[in-house]
């Protein structure tokens, strides 16, 4: 039997699906919560507020399954905009971009080209106003491409982020190689479907990854960006940073926008430094689908919703 998590990463791919949700106005209200709108000044306006309150951002712009290269180079402009829009802002490193590489055409013919081609003016356009660029992490068949285009871009930007995803068994390898000086390295459980040949597939064994991989993330000199809702494994990145003499500013806690958000600054109130991870876009339905797929919590709250809205 499908666990629910694969019938809605599955869900994701489903197209009379995604119209039917994407068109209902309740669906909207909800995704609300996790997308910080389809435009630009929406989501620079949600900047504005966290940042206010203390929490440092990264702002991702939704859009994965690109087609053609005039796709890809709309994703590069799209980035250079917000790039753009941040700058007056003044916030340095308080306010950095994600991006994943397949919505620079990385899975379209000579991707593995064109991707770094494409995303090489968004890491520059970062530098210039004093912040960085986290390349996502999506599903397994693209680790190494995506590695590859990290190492490229990190011989004139080193300040270059990375993702590990906990649940692949190469993870804890890739985090060794990763947990050098200057390197900074988001560490995920994972949202993708995987096979038991490349993942971990029970919670425990995942939870289990997570905290070896980051042991090995907080013994080293990088940078750790630790990616978890789990109060354990919160608890346990503080833990480690305090065994390790971390300072506070050599690393981070990062959770998704609308998640959690009384834990983020509680957190942040406490000398952490908190990121929160802002969406924005027409293209979210991947995106929300994921979300809901990740954790039962986030479904529970979709299916209330549905329920006692309108």
Same mark, same amino acid.
């Given at each position: ?44 306006? &949600? /900047? ?5 309150? !203390?929490?440092? =951002? @990264? *702002? +991702? ?6 087609? $053609? ?52 003016? &968004? /890491? ?5 106003? !004093?912040?960085? =660029? @986290? *390349? +996502? ?6 680790? $190494? ?52 040949? &490349? ?74 430094? &908190? ?36």
């Amino acid at each position: 039997m499908l666990s629910q998590k694969a019938l809605l990463l599955g869900a994701s791919r489903r197209p009379a699906l995604r119209r039917v949700l994407v068109g209902t106005p309740i669906t909207r209200q909800v995704v609300d919560r996790f997308v910080a709108g389809e435009t630009l000044p929406e989501a620079l306006d &949600v /900047v504005r507020r966290l940042t206010g309150e !203390g929490l440092a =951002v @990264t *702002l +991702d712009h939704l859009g994965e399954d690109v087609t $053609d290269r005039a796709e890809a180079c709309r994703s590069r402009d799209a980035y250079l905009a917000a790039l753009d829009g941040l700058a007056p802002l003044g916030l340095g490193r308080a306010a950095e971009v994600s991006v994943k590489l397949s919505a620079f055409g990385q899975a379209l013919p000579g991707g593995e080209d064109l991707a770094p081609e494409l995303v090489r003016p &968004v /890491v520059e356009a970062a530098a210039a106003i !004093g912040t960085t =660029v @986290t *390349l +996502d992490m999506e599903d397994s068949s693209t680790v $190494d491409a995506t590695l590859g285009t990290l190492a490229e871009l990190r011989r004139t930007h080193p300040e270059t982020g990375a993702v590990l995803q906990a649940a692949l068994h190469r993870t804890e390898d890739d985090a060794r190689a990763l947990a050098v000086a200057g390197s900074r390295v988001r560490l995920v459980k994972g949202a993708y479907d995987e096979p038991p040949s &490349v993942a971990h597939q029970g919670r425990d064994d995942v939870d289990a990854a997570y905290a070896r991989c980051l042991g090995v993330l907080m013994r080293g000199p990088g940078y750790p960006m630790v990616g978890s809702h789990d109060p354990r494994l919160v608890s346990l990145a503080q833990r480690l940073a305090a065994e390790y003499d971390r300072a506070a500013d050599s690393w981070e806690v990062q959770m998704l926008y609308g998640i959690r958000p009384a834990e983020q600054h509680r957190l942040a109130a406490e000398g952490v430094t &908190v990121r929160a991870y802002v969406p924005y876009g027409v293209d979210w339905y991947g995106y929300f689908v994921r979300r809901l797929a990740e954790r039962p919590a986030n479904l529970r709250f979709f299916l209330r919703s549905l329920v006692t809205t309108g």
